[in-house]
């Protein structure tokens, strides 16, 4: 396994880390899915035995049940002092400044664990900054800190740029958790939020290096494009390659869920080449070649230019377009879907369009958007957690 340094933390952390929200599942007919927890401690085990030290989970994943599944899995085969745990804490959660510590004392109990290595605030949003400002919830972090009860403080963000350098210069953060993929190197937080978190020596976690596992497949035609290169690689690691290059990055967090994934994602992020700066320009031609051939797979012209927002019922317009496409693209809709539901949650689903035609007007590309918007409705509802 290969190590990168964690920003000013002083330690290095696995180039490769385990996302604990993609655990392999049992479908049950009458209820939600639930956890293979026998796949899971192997994985768990595997992945602690083989190199990877870093392990991210969330007091929302799986239910509420990825923590503790991951304490249990650590506590079992003796392996909690040989990987460092990131969790989250979601602002919606932290009703009352009592909710924030009762949060923590749970994560602490679940992962049996006296320590968090590195506690975030999860998802940071432009709904949410103004009051985590406010209420100085960084402040009650900082006491945790100050009692041992955690290590490092940082925050994951999958928003806009503008927000995250107002968030990334407010507070002496210790780290960073943010989106980055192949297909998003020009939008959401771009190759500029790396930088600054690079410049101002924060360990910084990568989340959705394969865009929700849709990366791991390639449609023929970038195929083709990789088929090109003289030694032969899989998609995934072509997308891998591709954040492992940035030497900002320390770790890029896969939410592996089979056991075969996990072996073979450890074996890529061993190799002696896969390090920062190893792209040559031929790669990264191929890579942006493959880029836009999966572009090309999109059968709604959306640019996600955004001049259709505000919709006046709150419909993300560009975001669903945006999933559609994905699911077009890597000819499998079960990420998509399961975006979608959360979206859905937030209430601004498709179906929440009246069809007033506001947006029609605004759109450069002449989309039928309410027409479409149904067509992508159909396509992304039916994710059964
Ligand atoms: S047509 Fe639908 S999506 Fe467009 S602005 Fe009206 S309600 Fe929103
Ligand atoms: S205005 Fe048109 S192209 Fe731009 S985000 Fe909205 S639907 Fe997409």
Not at 145 to 153: K, M, Q, T, V, Y
Request: aromatic residues 10%; hydrophobic residues 35%.
């Amino acid at each position: 396994m290969n190590y990168r340094a964690f920003g000013k933390l002083g330690y290095k952390v696995s180039a490769l880390g385990l996302g604990c929200m993609r655990f392999p599942r049992i479908y049950h007919e009458d209820g939600p899915a639930s956890v293979d927890e026998e796949k899971a401690f192997e994985m768990i085990r595997y992945a602690a035995e083989n190199g990877v030290n870093y392990f991210d989970t969330a007091f929302t994943y799986h239910h509420g049940n990825s923590e503790a599944l991951l304490g249990e899995a650590l506590e079992t085969y003796g392996l909690r002092g040989k990987v460092k745990i990131a969790t989250k804490q979601l602002y919606p959660f932290m009703k009352t400044q009592g909710d924030i510590r009762r949060n923590l004392e749970s994560a602490l109990k679940k992962l049996r664990t006296d320590h968090i290595d590195i506690y975030l605030i999860h998802n940071i949003s432009s709904a949410d900054w103004e009051d985590i400002k406010r209420r100085d919830i960084i402040g009650e972090y900082e006491k945790f800190r100050s009692e041992g009860l955690i290590n490092a403080i940082g925050f994951s963000y999958h928003g806009k740029i503008g927000l995250f350098r107002d968030v990334l210069g407010f507070y002496d953060w210790d780290m960073c958790q943010v989106q980055q993929n192949l297909l998003d190197s020009d939008k959401e937080v771009t190759e500029e939020a790396i930088a600054l978190a690079g410049e101002k020596g924060l360990g910084l976690a990568i989340m959705e290096p394969l865009k929700g596992g849709g990366l791991a497949n390639a449609p023929g035609a970038v195929e083709n494009i990789y088929g090109e290169y003289p030694q032969k690689r899989t998609a995934a690691e072509w997308a891998f390659r591709h954040l492992i290059n940035y030497p900002a990055i320390s770790t890029i967090l896969s939410g592996m869920t089979t056991m075969e994934q996990l072996k073979e994602n450890i074996q890529t992020f061993s190799m002696p080449d896969a390090v920062a700066n190893c792209l040559s320009g031929e790669e990264k031609q191929i890579i942006l070649r493959a880029k836009a051939a999966y572009e090309s797979y999109a059968s709604i012209p959306c640019t996600g230019c955004e001049y259709c927002l505000p919709c006046p019922k709150g419909v993300n317009i560009p975001k669903i377009f945006s999933d559609y496409n994905e699911g077009v693209m890597f000819g499998d809709f079960s990420q998509p879907k399961r975006a979608y539901m959360f979206q859905g949650n937030g209430r601004s689903s498709a179906d929440y369009c009246e069809k007033c035609g506001v947006c029609l007007k605004k759109c450069p590309q002449g989309i039928d958007i309410p027409d479409k918007l149904m067509a992508a409705h159909d396509a992304l509802t039916g994710w059964v957690e």
